[in-house]
């Protein structure tokens, strides 16, 4: 064993900056685009307005591929900000924005959906990669 661990601190940060990062992502840069894709409109999303267990899920979607980059950099020994957000990058882009982009052409949903949807956990998990893999804690 090489002797990482988990960096709690560093994952927790992560996650606050990927709650930061969505708030920015749907709420200022992409909103009117990703809104008129989904067929939503602001008047419709502030008379529906999400409960409790939106936001717990969104906590866990965001707290869990957070914790497994953390786990999978122990087993690989990553060890640099640019080794894990490269890491990160590519597990992020090939088992999350592809797969979305081939469901979203089968839906005939806008292409540029899945560059609004999976570009925030490209963006997220890769700043994520590069904090968690500079961001080290030995055993």
């Not at 988990?6 to 992560?14: E, F, S």
């Not at 122990?74 to 890491?87: D, P, Q």
């Not at 081939?102 to 963006?123: D, K, R």
Request: with cysteine; aromatic share 12%; hydrophobic share 60%.
């Amino acid at each position: 064993m090489n002797g990482l661990k988990i960096n709690h601190l560093a994952a927790l940060v992560c996650i606050v900056i990927l709650h930061a990062l969505g708030f920015l992502w749907y709420g200022v840069l992409f909103n009117v685009q990703w809104m008129s894709m989904v067929g939503l409109d602001m008047a419709t999303m502030q008379a529906n307005a999400p409960g409790g267990e939106v936001w717990v899920l969104n906590f866990v979607s965001i707290a869990a591929p957070v914790y497994v980059l953390a786990w999978l950099f122990t087993r690989l020994n990553v060890t640099s900000g640019i080794s894990g957000a490269g890491i990160a990058f590519i597990i992020t882009f090939c088992i999350l924005h592809l797969p979305t982009m081939n469901s979203n052409m089968f839906a005939q949903s806008p292409l540029g959906l899945a560059w609004i949807t999976a570009g925030y956990m490209i963006v997220g998990l890769t700043i994520s990669g590069f904090i968690l893999g500079a961001w080290t804690k030995k055993g």
